[in-house]
């Protein structure tokens, strides 16, 4: 008779334990309803901005479609074939020893969606309780924004304000004038972020990174004229303030 109790008592032990291992979701590649739901928004509102793609969303096109992510926030993030590394400020993808290789191993998988969030919430110093704070993120870094300010002026987006202060080189085709190259401009700005400022040199078309945005020189007038010098009052210059 006692045998037969202790054996019941095993076993229900046993039940007991198997059922918070399974009910627990302690699994490891188990994604949170939070996750779950930046994903989904991603993905979504990432085909509206891009399109389809065949293959699922990469590093690149997320990037693309979402103008406030920044570099950092995909490192150590899986794919179905790897994992992107942040190298010197560079994003580089590192593929896995798996065989066969195939055109879809830099697409995001779930476990690097969480890495994602993670390092964006720690980027930009923001906890994530609900889907609520998730659908906030999203909109966040589905956010960018244009400063349209004169040389000497001051322009401010996401309490970032740039000061364009001096043309180091403005080698841009003139108008109605075949050129090998296309030129560039070279501009020194004062960003002020946080209270800090910092002086940086721009480069038409190129992101440079200030504080927690990303900060680009996208367009710069009057075009130069054959002949014609520009009066350094008459420049424009646009800058996409994304974060």
Known sequence: MKKAVISIIVIIIVATLMSIVFVDGSDPDKISEEVSHFKQLLEERGIKDV???????DAELLMVAFPGFDISDFERVETLGGKYEVKEEELHFVQSEKDPKTSADKMVVDSGYKKILENITKRLDIEIKNVEDVEMLVSRIDTADTIRVGLGDDGEAFDIKVTPIEIIEDSRCPQNVECIQAGT???RVYVVAKGVTQ????????????????LVLQDVIPLPMQNEDIDMSDYLFFFKVSI
């Open 185 to 187: 401009v070279s501009l």
């Open 51 to 57: 399109g389809q793609p065949i293959e699922g969303f």
């Open 199 to 214: 002086e940086k040199i721009l480069i038409l078309g190129e992101a440079v990174k200030a504080d927690y945005a990303r």
